[in-house]
């Protein structure tokens, strides 16, 4: 993915990000910690290298004006249109599974993911 995406000055978690706002829209920089399971600061980095390629805009919420709205600029949307399709990552990495083993897997790892996650908010109490 990486060395795919590094002639386009892109890395993994930009690609994520322009990856939300192409598909989803406009999203509030907050619900990309848990969507990409990083943390706050990381996310403003991202964000914050993607604002100043051009490719991602800020805008104040209206709602509450501590929050950002991100979305793509048309930049980021052309950039987007260009870039190549990942899907052979997939077919790499699951062809000959069958669609229940990966179902099984990823609801496994997610479950998996969720208790670790529970355990750590635990001890940081």
């Given at each position: ?7 386009h ?16 829209g ?12 990083i ?87």
């Amino acid at each position: 993915m990486e060395e795919t995406l590094r002639p386009h000055g892109l890395g993994a978690t930009q690609w994520y990000v322009l990856h939300q706002l192409a598909h989803d829209g406009p999203t509030m920089q907050r619900e990309l910690i848990p969507l990409l399971q990083i943390e706050r600061a990381t996310v403003s980095i991202i964000v914050s290298a993607l604002v100043r390629k051009g490719l991602v805009e800020q805008v104040v919420d209206t709602a509450d004006q501590r929050q950002k709205r991100l979305r793509l600029t048309p930049a980021g949307t052309a950039l987007w249109r260009e870039l190549p399709d990942l899907g052979f990552i997939q077919e790499a990495a699951f062809s000959g599974f069958s669609d229940a083993e990966i179902e099984t897997t990823s609801r496994v790892l997610k479950a998996a993911t969720q208790r670790l996650n529970q355990r750590l908010k635990g001890k940081m109490k």
